[in-house]
């Protein structure tokens, strides 16, 4: 390790850092199970830059969730097998254990979970629990420590945060707990938010609210914020760049605007068609990807998606793709043999149309 | 559709009520206020835990003051009427002695108020014992997990297996020639005994009850929240499980604390307890049931229903709570 202690990463440390805030180098996280080893996550690669937020994308198991919490270091150890690197503001954190991690936990990278309704502790008042990163991370006076917590309500747009600090999570909304968990998350000035789900638990209606909060405060503090989601509508307008992983590896991964518009993955693409449009008559069919995800202690031996992908060729079954860049634009790279627009793409399109008018 | 807007049907939602009609709104009304009543018959009442609260208020206060009520004898005077002694179970319960006289002649109304201090005491102290020292191993059972769980799991399986009555007999035993040999031991008096047997009683139970409570906490996603922002191993335990775990262990405590009351009349009826002790009167008395039910039955009853209180009172907080108990 280059630095000597944890203590050594300390919020001035990242704040004016030069290079990448994150950077992942072929992660791999694999748990060990009576059916065998699961990998959930199958080597992974991407850096993320100070103040810049990315979206990870895919469906339930696709390992989105659990590359998050390994790069938090939140896994249990046992039965866990982890490699690969993880560096944090140019340090090394992947091998870091409970104890080192304590220091970077809250203070350099905090975690935003899904459900409010239990990510809060129903018998402690609010105010407390706002308070307690701050007074352990920096040692804030009891009474230091409420002022802060007040402003910090302030800054989430909670109303009377006075009254509030007072209040138990069972005396407020999901939307407003939801709130009250980003300014606990916010406290000790993380440079690094993750948010799971953050909104998959909330009304419709909060959902724009919190992503838009959350970008808020991203731009105020120049925090980096990696938003993990199964729905591309949240990441379409609060997202820098979005990954899009697929049975624990990651198969697309453009600028945001890019991936909307020039997207290479089929993945990606039966993605973007499973959203319902609006300009589509009422009681049309939603579009679905068929099959289900792939078994990740058997996964398949070529392109993770090919069993469920309408254009896969036997080349696609056979050999794995690598994750490649487009030729024009290096921050757009994406893992497929045959990727949309190719000719062997417009040849299975083409094929398939002429199969569903035979029918 | 119209199925579901009859108002004669009990399912109806109550929400359709505003698209009945005017005349069928007040059979709905109607039926809405017996359904209604029909859940309120249907819980259970509260008179249980009314009753034992009442019965537990009313013995405390006369023990603690019983030293200045005036309708409370000294239990250790015998009553005398007209300079005469009183002994041989010659009152019956009655005005002169509310509930007659023992063989020795004392106030059997008087005792049993007066060694309500020692069975409380013995009950509560015990208890704390046990809700420390369980609730301290079950939390780092099930929190640790492992071989620290291994280690007290075996502990409180073996604990468990031996019946309670003989374990606590001989530890009484034991303990009795443990005071001999270490003179250090010279402040157990007889109760610490006991209420050092009751307490490894009560310690298996609970902390099998707090271990299984810690696991499922532990996965909770707020202990995940906390952790995340820096909280060490202790501050998760203290701030974040322990008073998630009070319910259960307030729950649990209500319950055991009528249980080991009960044993410690078992052991005083047994003659290892204290002779201040509603079994050591139902013991002594017991072979003159026939000719004096007094001395013998209202002891008994005084035991009975304290135990009866204490547990009304822990089913009433385990319903209040939802806490799942095995068998204590």
């Keep these: ?359 | 559709m119209t199925n579901m807007t009859d108002p004669a049907d009990p399912m109806a939602p109550a929400e359709f009520t505003d698209i009945v009609t005017h005349e069928a709104h007040a059979t709905l009304d109607d039926q809405i206020d017996a359904r209604l009543k029909q859940v309120r018959r249907r819980r259970i009442p509260k008179f249980g835990v009314l009753f034992g609260a009442t019965f537990l208020t009313v013995l405390l206060t006369l023990t603690i003051f019983a030293d200045f009520l005036p309708f409370i004898r000294s239990a250790d005077t015998k009553v005398r009427i007209d300079g005469k002694l009183m002994s041989n179970y010659k009152l019956g319960p009655g005005w002169d002695a509310w509930w007659g006289t023992d063989g020795n002649g004392f106030d059997v109304f008087a005792r049993c108020i007066y060694y309500a201090r020692y069975t409380l005491w013995i009950g509560l102290s015990s208890t704390a014992i046990g809700l420390l020292v369980g609730g301290a191993l079950g939390m780092a059972a099930g929190y640790f997990r492992g071989k620290t769980d291994r280690v007290i799991s075996i502990l409180v399986d073996c604990l468990l297996a031996i019946p309670a009555l003989v374990l606590a007999i001989m530890l009484v035993r034991r303990l009795d020639d443990i005071k001999l040999d270490y003179t250090w031991l010279g402040w157990m008096t007889r109760m610490w005994q006991i209420i050092l047997t009751l307490s490894i009683l009560a310690v298996a139970p609970l902390a099998r009850i707090v271990r299984a409570q810690t696991m499922a906490l532990r996965e909770r996603e707020f202990v995940l929240a906390a952790r995340s922002l820096g909280s060490g191993n202790l501050r998760i335990l203290f701030r974040e499980i322990l008073p998630n775990l009070v319910p259960t262990m307030v729950t649990v405590a209500a319950t055991g604390l009528g249980i080991l009351i009960a044993a410690e009349g078992a052991l005083a009826f047994l003659g290892l307890g204290l002779e201040t002790s509603w079994g050591f009167m139902i013991n002594a008395n017991r072979n003159r049931l026939e000719k004096a039910w007094w001395a013998t039955i209202f002891p008994c009853l005084m035991l009975f229903l304290t135990v009866l209180s204490f547990n009304l009172i822990g089913d009433r907080l385990a319903r209040r709570f939802d806490v799942r108990e095995a068998a204590v």
């Design chain 1, 1 to 359: 390790m280059s630095i000597g202690s944890p203590n050594n990463i300390t919020q001035a440390a990242t704040r004016d850092i030069a290079g990448p805030l994150l950077e992942l180098t072929d992660v791999r996280t694999h748990f060990r199970t009576p059916r065998g080893l699961v990998r959930a996550v199958d080597g992974v690669s991407f850096t993320l830059d100070r103040g810049k937020s990315l979206g990870i994308v895919g469906e339930s198991g696709s390992g989105k969730t659990i590359l998050s919490r390994s790069i938090m270091g939140l896994l249990p150890t046992k039965g866990t097998e982890r490699s690969g690197s993880i560096k944090f503001a140019g340090a090394e954190i992947g091998d870091k254990n409970r104890k080192q991690m304590r220091h970077v936990w809250g203070k350099e990278m905090a975690m935003i979970f899904q459900d409010p309704m239990t990510s809060l502790n129903p018998l402690m008042k609010i105010g407390d629990q706002i308070a307690e990163p701050l007074r352990i991370h920096l040692g804030m006076s009891r009474a230091d420590a409420t002022a802060t917590a007040k402003r910090l309500l302030q800054d989430v747009r909670i109303p009377e945060p006075e009254r509030r600090l007072e209040q138990y999570p069972h005396e407020m909304s999901g939307g407003m707990r939801q709130r009250v968990m980003i300014a606990i998350a916010m406290a000790c000035g993380p440079t690094a938010l993750f948010a799971d789900e953050p909104t998959t638990a909330l009304d419709v209606t909060v959902q724009a609210q919190i992503l838009d909060l959350l970008g808020e405060q991203r731009r105020e503090r120049n925090m980096s914020l990696v938003l993990v989601t199964h729905d591309l509508g949240v990441v379409a307008g609060h997202t820098d760049e979005i990954a899009v992983m697929y049975g624990g590896k990651l198969v697309e991964k453009a600028p945001t605007k890019r991936l909307f518009a020039a997207m290479k993955m089929p993945y990606t693409e039966g993605l973007m068609a499973s959203i319902p449009k609006l300009e589509q008559p009422s009681h049309s069919r939603l579009n679905v990807i068929p099959g289900r995800p792939p078994d990740l202690v058997h996964p398949p031996k070529g392109c993770r998606f090919a069993p469920r992908c309408p254009y896969a060729s036997a080349k696609c079954i056979e050999e794995e793709p690598p994750l490649t860049q487009t030729a024009d634009d290096p921050s757009h790279s994406y893992a497929c043999w045959f990727p949309v627009g190719s000719p062997e793409y417009h040849e299975a399109r083409a094929r398939i149309a002429a199969t569903a008018g035979v029918n």
